[in-house]
């Protein structure tokens, strides 16, 4: 069975964007569509409405581009745990309201059991952030998926052979 993976906003934001002349932009984006084109099929591909709804906004043909990138990916079913699971998180998280999709993100990936949450958005979901929510999540026997960013499962190692 494949591990689940949430793509959150970034990642289809990432997709659609004409390549940034910020060579770190520009290197996500890249690393964003290896990974797409390449390690996609690895996993099962969910999202929210969370993610529909954002991508959405802006500008309409770059938005068009955005949700292109979701046709065929399952929507995870909207449930009354999801908001006041996202309420108790941006006060432990300390998220303000004004990034409240970021903890509906994580609540949505809590609440059905996501195994992955993939983000270039690491600003209030970070590692230490994870930490607190996965400490929440276990006292009460919620699942906490990984938050990974996609150059983590982009990236291919060559085998090195340290005899030669």
């Not at 949430?6 to 390549?19: F, N």
């Not at 906004?57 to 009354?80: H, Q």
């Given at each position: 069975?494949?591990?689940?993976?949430?793509?959150?906003?970034?990642?289809?934001?990432?997709?659609?964007?004409?390549?940034?002349?910020?060579?770190?932009?520009?290197?996500?984006?890249?690393?964003?569509h290896e990974?797409?084109?390449?390690?996609?099929?690895?996993?099962?591909?969910?999202?929210?409405?969370?993610?529909?709804?954002?991508?959405?906004?802006?500008?309409?043909?770059?938005?068009?581009?955005?949700?292109?990138?979701?046709?065929?990916?399952?929507?995870?079913?909207?449930?009354?745990e999801v908001?006041?699971?996202?309420?108790?998180?941006?006060?432990?998280?300390?998220?303000?309201?004004?990034?409240?999709?970021?903890?509906?993100?994580?609540?949505?990936?809590?609440?059905?059991?996501?195994?992955?949450?993939?983000?270039?958005?690491?600003?209030?979901?970070?590692?230490?952030?994870?930490?607190?929510?996965?400490?929440?999540?276990?006292?009460?026997?919620?699942?906490?998926?990984?938050?990974?960013?996609?150059d983590s499962?982009?990236?291919?190692?060559?085998?090195?052979?340290?005899?030669?």
């Open positions: 069975m494949k591990p689940n993976l949430y793509l959150e906003t970034t990642i289809p934001s990432y997709l659609a964007a004409r390549i940034s002349k910020n060579p770190i932009i520009a290197g996500r984006q890249a690393i964003t990974f797409f084109e390449s390690e996609r099929h690895k996993y099962d591909l969910v999202v929210s409405t969370y993610v529909h709804e954002e991508c959405k906004k802006g500008d309409s043909s770059v938005a068009e581009k955005r949700l292109g990138y979701l046709e065929g990916i399952s929507v995870l079913e909207e449930t009354p908001e006041p699971l996202a309420d108790v998180y941006m006060q432990i998280l300390s998220i303000p309201e004004r990034s409240r999709v970021d903890a509906l993100h994580l609540a949505v990936c809590c609440v059905h059991g996501v195994d992955i949450l993939l983000s270039w958005n690491c600003s209030h979901l970070g590692v230490e952030s994870m930490l607190i929510a996965k400490r929440y999540n276990d006292a009460r026997g919620l699942s906490t998926p990984q938050m990974i960013t996609p499962l982009a990236c291919k190692y060559k085998e090195v052979d340290f005899d030669e």
